[in-house]
């Protein structure tokens, strides 16, 4: 049966047809190796734009869905997840796996809603983790490795860590000095994280390569106290990206290896963390492959990357209703989403999340400043425009709230956390948590 599969996809990737990135999802993955290892140059660029337009085609129907969830008598405020969507982020993402061999692993802190862990899990090759509860989420609900980096451990938590992770990252040669023998003991793969002495991230509060950062260890430190470590050591770590294309990741790759290139040889694994948005529209896959296939020829090592965002990039929305208008100035809508407590990262980056039908302000008919209902004074979105007046119980749906909105949200105020609900394959909608009092309750005194 594959083999006429794969002569059927090679066929339809020769012709162009825009079948052929179904077919070829469909295939195992001997099969989608054999694809790959049979096609040209040219043609398998020609694959890789069919996917992604493939991809692209499968979001503008999800957003129609989302819209028309929105539009009916859902509960609100909540978190709604399309897994069909974050399956069409998860297999471009594992063509990047086949046309590498690179590992990929889901970095939890961006998102941990574990009702779609089974379907990633099919994908992926498991889970990082910063810390204990993360790790144990990983062991227990992903399938797959799991990577644990923190910038510092206690040994009670680094125990906890030990009994769900395959890897354990050190952050200082210090803490490796400290636990590297129990985390050995325990059968673990040891990394180092390493400040790869370049970045481009432009909000300095997320840039882990800023002045004084504590994140990753600097050349200096390493070329000194690394020779007297080398016996214990399996792998690098570096993150010094955030949001960014894989343009950006060749010009860090340049001063890694001119920085800790001699160190490679010999080693296990090299990390190159997270930040890659690989499932954007305009990202550079085939960049990215060439960058990793080139790594892996110079230095003889595994890579691994540990993307976040991109596993759910604009695979859930935030959807919220308007509760009252108020006057000041400006007409104000109040909706029972917060930024302060549903989507904090509006207010810590700070960006101005967009809202679906929507256009900056004054450029449609009639515009508003939307905001939340806690008393923080600064609980704002931002200002919008709409083609129609809004009215109090019309519902708004924040884009791309999958990632590092659930993750953070709080009960400030006591205002409940939103309702987390899927859609599942064949469109049925599944609320998976529903938030109350014990929850916030419970995490009090």
């Known amino acids: 049966m594959d083999g006429s599969g794969i002569e059927s996809t090679i ?14 999802h469909a295939l195992s993955d001997g099969a989608r190796k054999e694809v790959i290892d049979a096609l040209g140059r040219s043609a398998v660029e020609s694959l890789t734009h069919i996917i992604k337009n493939a991809k692209k085609e499968r979001f503008e129907a ?14 609100t405020p909540v978190y ?12 471009v993402t594992r063509y990047v796996k086949d046309r ?26 498991g889970t990082c983790a910063s810390g204990a509860n993360e790790a144990r989420l990983g062991h227990e609900e992903f399938a797959g490795e799991v990577h644990t980096f923190a910038a510092a451990y206690k040994e009670e938590e680094l125990r906890r860590i030990l009994r ?54 600097t050349h200096e430190v390493f070329a000194e106290e690394f020779p007297k470590y080398r016996h214990m050591v399996d792998g690098l770590h570096f993150h010094a990206m955030c949001e960014q294309n894989s343009d950006v990741l060749e010009r860090i790759l340049d001063t890694f ?16 963390g997270g ?39 604009n695979a859930g929305v935030l959807i919220s209703s308007v509760l009252d208008i108020v006057r000041n100035e400006m007409e104000v809508a109040i909706v029972d989403a917060s930024a302060e407590t549903h989507m904090p990262d509006v207010l810590l980056m700070p960006y101005r999340p967009h809202i679906m039908k929507s256009a900056p302000p004054h450029e449609l008919a009639h515009t508003y400043r939307v905001a939340g209902p806690s008393c923080l004074a600064g609980d704002v979105m931002g200002d919008y425009s709409f083609v129609r007046p809004l009215d109090r119980g019309d519902k708004l749906a924040f884009t791309d709230m999958a990632l590092y909105s659930i993750v953070k949200s709080t009960t400030f105020n006591g205002i409940n956390l939103p309702d987390i609900a899927v859609i599942r394959d064949g469109g049925t909608i599944e609320v998976v948590k529903r938030f109350g009092y014990k929850d916030y309750r419970g995490r009090l005194s």
């Open 257 to 272: 290896g001119k920085l800790y290139g001699r160190y490679v040889q010999g080693l296990r694994w090299v990390n190159f």
């Open 11 to 24: 066929r339809a990737i020769t012709a162009k047809d825009r079948r052929a990135a179904g077919e070829y």
């Open 275 to 313: 930040g890659h948005h690989i499932t954007r529209d305009d990202y550079d896959i085939e960049r990215l492959i060439k960058l990793i296939n080139a790594f892996k020829r110079e230095y003889d090592v595994q890579v691994y990357l540990e993307p976040g965002e991109s596993s759910v990039y």
């Open 164 to 217: 769900y992770s395959n890897s354990i990252i050190f952050n200082s040669f210090y803490q490796l000095d400290k636990f590297g023998k129990m985390a050995r003991k325990n059968g673990k793969e040891i990394g180092l994280r390493v400040n790869p002495g370049y970045a481009e991230v432009a909000t300095e509060i997320y840039n882990p390569c800023a002045p004084c950062s504590r994140l990753g260890i």
């Open 100 to 125: 590498t061999g690179c590992k990929i692993l889901h970095a939890l802190k961006a998102y941990a809603s574990f009702a779609t862990f089974p379907m990633m899990g099919r994908y992926l090759d």
């Open 62 to 75: 999800g957003y129609e869905r989302f819209l028309a969830i929105a539009n009916d008598a859902i509960r």
């Open 80 to 91: 709604l997840l399309d897994e069909t969507l974050i399956e069409e982020n998860m297999r």
